[in-house]
């Protein structure tokens, strides 16, 4: 039968399959459907069609991304400046420290070096880099999807550091557009810019850009600056040992320099010696190279010169404009005496103990500055910034204050138990003197004639005189004061006695002389300041003449150094603190030892190990100045020479006049003219004519200054007595010109 008539008889079969359906006969024979059928008729599970979802989703996000990231990259590859830029741009500004002589003393910033072209870098050098900071370098497009994989997984079982994933590229990416911060928003911008390097650049430009700017620590930017600031050659020559201990650096630079640690950075290199080995970059003979074999530049032994740099460069953004060029800075400090001073505090400071040291010229400027033991185990300046008592040291305020009210170097006192306001102070040794005088007292440094003087002279006024010498801590005026219970810097204590040194004339520490540019464009010349004078000379003679007793035959004779020598020594209860403060031939040092949390050290007395110390560095200090003698005349004034009792005299006795309490004109002779040529004395009052001779006061003149009763007396019953010298009194407070003038008669106006 044909396949027509064969298609026509199926027809009717299934024609008649229906009719017998809708009459309600079924057939006998079952209908039979195909297993595929029986799978498209069954619906579908959710899962399933979740899943066909997300794999629908996932691509198209797949490809949105990839989209925006073309688009990102593509849009910071046009943005990146050119190679040209990137070469020549600096990310830093660089300060090149010079002493007082202008020699070299610290680099101050990034140090660069010079550039190096691709071809002129060492192969060794690439090789070595590459090794061990990125060894997929050739073969990824910015990110290294291996290394980037593995930090997920790390990720996944619990480390939450985010790290160990950047490629030569990123680091690049990372140092000259971003910062150091371990953010997921960081790395992602990182990430992009990375291979918008690789877009824009080749692989030779991107290494040369990263060989050139990377920091190796030191302040070295850079292989050639490496090269040269730890082998004190170019880079183009390292050999295959010193590459590797570059390379080690980039991973940790402050615990793989050289400068930090030399075991740690030989140590390191061998890590990429081995490295270099595994990857075929240099044979096992050249893996087994002696790294310590290698010449590392030697210190200079000047890291203590960074205590003064950390000082002074601050005061930069004071004195100069805003500038971005690199700047060359001379100072006061002078290499030498730095050294000295370095050695001094060394050899004499106490195990376990701290030391620092301020030198000052006659004019303020610092010679050395020394902040502690070492500056690499501690960058703390404790000759700036560390708040000690002062101990004993202190009682050169509370002598200058007692100069000032009257007294002398020669004058008596007695050192005797004294209380003050339930304050009993006494002396180290238990024991008093007796009656001595006070430059006795102040050179064995007698605690109870200071607290005498501060209590007569009054606290505040001690802690007034340590305000005018430049003490800025906060000071507290209770009567233990006088024994140096505030606390105060060491800076400052050496200003203070600078001023006595020049003579009671104000000292201003400075340490920069002037800046320029690299290019030399003068920015800042230092000017000397205006000086005031604190104190009166003969104050500033006397006070002189006790501290060089303090060291001749006190308790400062260790400071000795065969030329006059005027100092203080200070210590403080258990022996926490000890300082020495001292000046010869215009030089002015201090010295603090202590430790930093302030335990008792043994044996630490400012007359030992301070003293010693000065005199170990004043004697090299000093070695090409002249002698110089020291002015210790005290010559009072004429006011101050007068007895009391003829402080007040003139030629008449009507010169003889008072104040009452309600600040009355008092004069026994009534009302008077007072000659308009009239001397002044010290605090702007009339002093009297000196003419004739000293006449006497009535007992009535007496009676009503001092307000006891007595039988009247004229000035003639005086003389007729033969009595020609009015009875001792207290030194009376005249009045000025201005009030006198408002006390006289208006008609004698």
């Given at each position: 039968m044909s396949r027509r008539g064969d298609k026509i008889s199926n027809k009717g079969k299934r024609g008649s399959r229906r009719a017998a359906a809708e009459r309600g006969q079924t057939s006998q024979k079952p209908r039979r459907v195909s297993r595929r059928s029986r799978k498209s008729d069954r619906p579908a599970s959710p899962l399933r069609k979740w899943i066909k979802r997300l794999a629908i989703g996932g691509g198209l996000a797949a490809l949105i991304a990839a989209i925006g990231l073309s688009i990102a990259v593509g849009t910071a590859a046009s943005n990146l400046p050119s190679f040209y830029q990137l070469k020549t741009t600096q990310t830093a500004q660089t300060i090149l420290v010079r002493a007082r002589d202008g020699t070299e003393i610290v680099e101050i910033g990034p140090s660069f070096g010079e550039w190096l072209d691709y071809d002129d870098i060492p192969q060794t050098m690439k090789d070595a880099m590459i090794a061990v900071e990125d060894r997929r370098y050739y073969s990824h497009f910015g990110l290294d999807p291996i290394r980037l994989t593995g930090a997920v997984v790390e990720g996944v079982t619990g480390d939450d550091r985010i790290g160990g994933t950047s490629t030569i590229s990123q680091q690049l990416a990372r140092n000259l557009f971003l910062n150091n911060n371990r953010s997921f928003d960081r790395k992602a911008r990182e990430a992009i810019l990375a291979m918008a390097l690789e877009w824009k650049f080749s692989k030779a430009q991107i290494l040369e850009l990263y060989l050139n700017k990377v920091y190796f620590g030191g302040g070295a930017y850079g292989i050639d600056s490496a090269s040269r600031t730890f082998f004190s050659h170019p880079a183009n020559t390292l050999s295959t040992a010193e590459a590797a201990i570059i390379a080690?650096?980039?991973?940790?630079?402050?615990?793989?320099?050289?400068?930090?640690?030399?075991?740690?950075?030989?140590?390191?290199?061998?890590?990429?010696?081995?490295?270099?080995?595994?990857?075929?970059?240099?044979?096992?003979?050249?893996?087994?190279?002696?790294?310590?074999?290698?010449?590392?530049?030697?210190?200079?032994?000047?890291?203590?010169?960074?205590?003064?740099?950390?000082?002074?460069?601050?005061?930069?953004?004071?004195?100069?404009?805003?500038?971005?060029?690199?700047?060359?800075?001379?100072?006061?400090?002078?290499?030498?005496?730095?050294?000295?001073?370095?050695?001094?505090?060394?050899?004499?400071?106490?195990?376990?103990?701290?030391?620092?040291?301020?030198?000052?010229?006659?004019?303020?400027?610092?010679?050395?500055?020394?902040?502690?033991?070492?500056?690499?185990?501690?960058?703390?300046?404790?000759?700036?910034?560390?708040?000690?008592?002062?101990?004993?040291?202190?009682?050169?305020?509370?002598?200058?204050?007692?100069?000032?009210?009257?007294?002398?170097?020669?004058?008596?006192?007695?050192?005797?138990?004294?209380?003050i306001d339930g304050w009993s102070p006494r002396n180290s040794n238990g024991q008093n003197l007796g009656e001595t005088n006070l430059r006795t007292a102040f050179a064995l440094s007698i605690n109870t004639v200071a607290a005498k003087l501060g209590n007569e002279t009054s606290f505040g006024a001690v802690a007034?005189?340590?305000?005018?010498?430049?003490?800025?801590?906060?000071?507290?005026?209770?009567?233990?004061?006088?024994?140096?219970?505030?606390?105060?810097?060491?800076?400052?204590?050496?200003?203070?006695?600078?001023?006595?040194?020049?003579?009671?004339?104000?000292?201003?520490?400075y340490g920069i002389t002037r800046v320029t540019t690299a290019s030399g464009e003068e920015?800042?010349?230092?000017?000397?300041?205006?000086?005031?004078?604190?104190?009166?000379?003969?104050?500033?003679?006397?006070?002189?003449?006790?501290?060089?007793?303090?060291?001749?035959?006190?308790?400062?004779?260790?400071?000795?150094?065969?030329?006059p020598v005027a100092g203080k020594t200070g210590t403080t209860n258990s022996n926490k603190d000890g300082w020495f403060v001292g000046f010869s031939s215009g030089i002015t040092t201090g010295v603090w030892m202590g430790r930093d949390d302030a335990k008792p050290v043994r044996g630490l007395q400012g007359g030992r190990a301070p003293a010693r110390a000065f005199a170990d560095f004043m004697v090299k200090a000093v070695a090409d100045r002249p002698v110089e003698e020291f002015d210790t005349e005290v010559n009072l004034p004429e006011w101050q020479l007068e007895p009391d009792e003829q402080y007040l005299y003139g030629g008449d006795p009507d010169d003889y006049y008072y104040i009452d309490e309600q600040?009355?004109?008092?004069?026994?002779?009534?009302?008077?003219?007072?000659?308009?040529?009239?001397?002044?004395?010290?605090?702007?009052?009339?002093?009297?004519?000196?003419?004739?001779?000293?006449?006497?006061?009535?007992?009535?003149?007496?009676?009503?200054?001092?307000?006891?009763?007595?039988?009247?007396?004229?000035?003639?019953?005086?003389?007729?007595?033969?009595?020609?010298?009015?009875?001792?009194?207290?030194?009376?407070?005249?009045?000025?010109?201005?009030?006198?003038?408002?006390q006289r008669p208006a008609q004698e106006r």
């Open positions: 080690g650096m980039v991973k940790a630079p402050s615990s793989y320099s050289p400068t930090a640690d030399v075991d740690a950075a030989v140590g390191r290199a061998r890590v990429v010696l081995q490295l270099m080995e595994e990857q075929g970059f240099i044979t096992p003979a050249q893996a087994n190279v002696d790294v310590d074999a290698v010449n590392l530049k030697k210190s200079q032994g000047t890291n203590s010169v960074r205590y003064f740099t950390d000082w002074a460069l601050p005061q930069l953004d004071l004195l100069l404009p805003e500038t971005y060029e690199s700047l060359e800075v001379w100072t006061t400090i002078d290499v030498n005496l730095q050294k000295a001073a370095t050695d001094a505090i060394r050899a004499n400071t106490p195990e376990g103990a701290q030391g620092a040291l301020v030198s000052l010229d006659r004019d303020g400027a610092i010679l050395a500055m020394v902040g502690g033991r070492d500056y690499v185990e501690s960058n703390y300046n404790r000759a700036t910034n560390a708040m000690r008592q002062p101990g004993s040291s202190w009682k050169l305020f509370v002598y200058l204050a007692a100069l000032e009210r009257g007294y002398t170097p020669d004058d008596r006192i007695v050192d005797e138990p004294v209380s007034s005189m340590a305000r005018r010498f430049g003490i800025s801590s906060q000071i507290s005026s209770y009567p233990s004061m006088v024994l140096g219970s505030n606390e105060v810097r060491v800076i400052e204590m050496v200003q203070a006695f600078a001023a006595i040194s020049a003579k009671g004339t104000s000292v201003a520490p920015l800042y010349r230092h000017e000397k300041p205006r000086q005031s004078q604190l104190i009166p000379d003969y104050v500033a003679a006397g006070m002189t003449d006790m501290l060089q007793t303090a060291v001749n035959t006190g308790t400062a004779r260790a400071a000795q150094i065969g030329r600040g009355n004109l008092i004069e026994p002779g009534g009302p008077r003219q007072v000659p308009g040529d009239m001397p002044l004395g010290p605090d702007g009052m009339p002093l009297p004519s000196r003419q004739g001779v000293p006449p006497a006061a009535s007992d009535d003149f007496l009676d009503r200054a001092t307000g006891e009763r007595r039988q009247p007396e004229t000035f003639d019953d005086a003389f007729s007595q033969g009595r020609n010298q009015p009875p001792p009194m207290p030194r009376t407070i005249r009045p000025s010109e201005a009030q006198r003038e408002q």
